[in-house]
């Protein structure tokens, strides 16, 4: 069975300091891996994912994931926090085979920007 | 498109009373799941739904019933609701089975449960 591991319930960071949101899986095949960040009282909306090819990843308002295959990570990373990046971030892993289609999720990392 | 919706938004129970939360989505998507989220638990899956009639158990399914009578809709039933259900409950739908395709998620239901 799939598991996530999101190193850190909760992360502060200052105002443009760089963001760094840790996820590693277990798998003996590497698997789709995602990201999904959820705003206060909202529901999940997708960051980016990694199916297969280029291992870094661009995704919305500035985020990029790298996928490390020998460190089984899948690490979130913004150059510069903005305000409006406090939110709660879930890393979630699926299987690649045919019929699979269920996520794994993380138990969140809780991100604060400190002005 | 509205994508995903539900309802209710919030919802207080006492135990033993029951209730159904409907979830509905209008992008013609296969596959609808149901999840709660619990603080420091992340997501855990319900049930889920692979295409209209069908069902099946995800990872905490005891205490819940579904239906998907309609493509575009999804029901999840608490029969007789106890505290350990007062949860954040998601829809979520997806176009295809492939796993690599995302999940829509919805804005949620707060339940509490008395």
């Known amino acids: 069975a799939q598991s996530v591991t999101q190193l850190g319930s909760h992360v502060s960071v200052s105002e443009g300091a760089l963001v760094l949101l840790r996820c590693n899986y277990s798998?003996?095949?590497?698997?789709?891996l995602f990201w999904y960040v959820q705003y206060p009282n909202q529901g999940l909306q997708l960051l980016l994912k990694?199916?297969?090819?280029?291992?870094l990843v661009k995704g919305i308002n500035g985020f990029e994931a790298e996928f490390k295959k020998s460190e089984t990570s899948f690490h979130l990373t913004k150059p510069s926090a903005h305000m409006s990046d406090a939110a709660e971030y879930f890393c979630?892993?699926?299987?690649?085979?045919?019929?699979?289609?269920?996520?794994?999720f993380g138990k969140g990392t809780k991100l604060s920007v400190i002005p | 498109n509205a994508g995903v919706t539900q309802t209710p938004k919030f919802r207080v129970l006492k135990t033993g009373q029951s209730m159904t939360l409907l979830c509905a989505q209008d992008?013609?998507?296969?596959?609808m799941y149901w999840y709660r989220q619990d603080p420091g638990m992340g997501l855990r899956l319900i049930h889920y739904?692979?295409?209209?009639?069908?069902?099946a158990k995800g990872e905490v399914p005891d205490g819940y019933n579904v239906s998907r009578l309609k493509k575009q809709n999804f029901l999840l039933g608490l029969e007789s609701a106890a505290p350990s259900q007062t949860s954040v409950y998601f829809c979520?739908?997806?176009?295809?089975?492939?796993?690599?395709?995302?999940?829509?998620f919805g804005p949620g239901t707060r339940l509490t449960v008395l």
């Open positions: 990694y199916t297969t090819g280029a291992t």
């Open positions: 798998s003996s095949v590497p698997p789709y």
């Open positions: 979630a892993v699926s299987d690649t085979g045919a019929g699979s289609y269920q996520l794994t």
């Open positions: 992008m013609n998507h296969e596959y």
């Open positions: 739904s692979v295409g209209e009639g069908t069902t």
């Open positions: 979520a739908s997806s176009r295809t089975g492939t796993s690599y395709n995302e999940q829509f």
